[in-house]
């Protein structure tokens, strides 16, 4: 039930909004659709790993504000947009270093620990903007964030590779397995020779790595880097983690599920557009989802 509810869900909604709207069972629509939620997707599916390791990464939305208006501010002063558009996955890199060299060294819960420095990447945020929006101009800041090939969103293939790498890191490598291992049982991983340190480290840069390259789709989206522009954006990826099944105690979960919790969520504030319900509405139905799901994840767990 765990490992297809989500999916279950999803057909679900395809059909029920496919009968309800004909718009929206178009190619433009669900191209739309899958290419505004890619920067989440992205988030989602690196704070997979993160969340199967047994931590949370509350810093995501700030690293992904810091890596736009970074992004911004590199190419309106240098005049070269892939010199900004590079530098926000980079810079997502180093914060993510940052957040598992404190977790792992500090002591502290990761939750605590990244819930600090949300409120330090966000700050650095509104310094180098200056509480202000960073306006590009720059000829091709846009190609990565609009430009189609052959009609499909250059961001929705980024997307897609990334999605295929971190899966086949996850289920095909000794690393992916250790993820599991650190998460199932960080002791006995530790007593059976898994540098548990590591592994925290690496899926913590792993998660600030996705926020910049999701940061880089965004910000050459629209144009501009805005300070606050990833607000909220770490508890829409966790709950879209959960909803695809990953535990939040650990050692359990899979990228695939979690990519489709994020469309799923996408699709439910899809189809309150196309039928021009109340969007408040949008999030009480997306949160009792989350709640249902919660409540079978520990069910499960009580089971085991």
Same mark, same amino acid.
């Given at each position: 039930?765990?490992?297809?509810?989500?999916?279950?869900?999803?057909?679900?909604?395809?059909?029920?909004?496919?009968?309800?709207?004909? +718009?929206?069972?178009?190619?433009?629509?669900? %191209?739309?659709?899958?290419?505004?939620?890619?920067?989440?997707? %992205?988030?989602?599916?690196?704070?997979?790993?993160?969340?199967? !390791?047994?931590?949370?990464?509350? !810093?995501?939305?700030? %690293?992904?504000?810091?890596?736009?208006?970074?992004?911004?501010? &590199?190419?309106?002063?240098?005049?070269?947009?892939?010199?900004?558009?590079?530098?926000?996955?980079?810079?997502?890199?180093?914060?993510?270093?940052?957040?598992?060299?404190?977790?792992?060294?500090?002591?502290?819960?990761?939750?605590?620990?990244?819930?600090?420095?949300?409120?330090?990447?966000?700050?650095?945020?509104?310094?180098?903007?200056?509480? +202000?929006?960073?306006?590009?101009?720059?000829?091709?800041?846009?190609?990565?964030?609009?430009?189609?090939?052959?009609?499909?969103?250059?961001?929705?293939?980024?997307?897609?590779? @990334? =999605?295929?790498?971190?899966?086949?890191?996850?289920?095909?490598? =000794?690393?992916?397995?250790?993820?599991?291992?650190?998460?199932?049982?960080? !002791?006995?991983?530790?007593?059976?020779? &898994?540098?548990?340190?590591? =592994?925290?480290?690496?899926?913590?840069?792993?998660?600030?790595?996705?926020?910049?390259?999701?940061?880089? &789709?965004?910000?050459?989206?629209?144009?501009?880097?805005?300070?606050?522009?990833?607000?909220? %954006?770490?508890?829409?990826?966790?709950?879209?983690?959960?909803?695809?099944?990953? +535990?939040?105690?650990?050692?359990?979960?899979?990228?695939?599920? !979690?990519?489709?919790?994020?469309?799923?969520?996408?699709?439910?504030?899809?189809? @309150?557009?196309?039928?021009?319900?109340?969007?408040?509405?949008?999030?009480?139905?997306?949160?009792? =989802?989350?709640?249902?799901?919660?409540?079978?994840?520990?069910?499960?767990?009580?089971?085991?």
């Amino acid at each position: 039930m765990r490992d297809y509810a989500v999916l279950i869900l999803l057909g679900a909604i395809l059909v029920v909004l496919a009968l309800v709207s004909p +718009s929206f069972f178009t190619f433009a629509n669900l %191209m739309n659709v899958a290419n505004q939620s890619a920067p989440l997707a %992205m988030i989602a599916t690196a704070g997979t790993f993160v969340i199967i !390791s047994g931590n949370f990464d509350l !810093s995501t939305g700030a %690293m992904f504000a810091v890596g736009g208006v970074s992004a911004a501010a &590199i190419t309106v002063a240098t005049g070269n947009p892939w010199l900004g558009l590079v530098s926000a996955p980079l810079i997502g890199l180093v914060l993510g270093l940052f957040n598992g060299i404190a977790v792992t060294t500090l002591k502290v819960h990761s939750f605590l620990a990244t819930l600090a420095t949300s409120l330090v990447f966000s700050a650095i945020a509104v310094l180098i903007t200056g509480g +202000s929006l960073i306006t590009v101009t720059v000829p091709g800041f846009t190609d990565l964030g609009r430009q189609r090939v052959g009609g499909v969103f250059l961001a929705v293939i980024l997307l897609a590779t @990334f =999605i295929a790498a971190l899966w086949f890191v996850l289920k095909r490598t =000794i690393f992916g397995r250790h993820v599991f291992a650190v998460g199932g049982n960080s !002791s006995a991983a530790e007593l059976s020779g &898994i540098r548990v340190s590591r =592994i925290r480290i690496s899926v913590f840069a792993l998660s600030g790595l996705a926020a910049g390259l999701a940061a880089a &789709i965004s910000v050459s989206r629209i144009a501009s880097g805005q300070p606050q522009a990833g607000l909220g %954006m770490e508890l829409e990826a966790i709950a879209a983690i959960i909803l695809g099944g990953t +535990s939040i105690y650990g050692g359990v979960g899979a990228v695939w599920r !979690s990519v489709a919790g994020v469309y799923l969520i996408a699709l439910i504030g899809n189809g @309150f557009d196309i039928m021009n319900v109340n969007p408040q509405l949008k999030n009480l139905v997306t949160g009792v =989802i989350i709640l249902a799901a919660v409540a079978l994840a520990a069910a499960g767990n009580r089971r085991r």
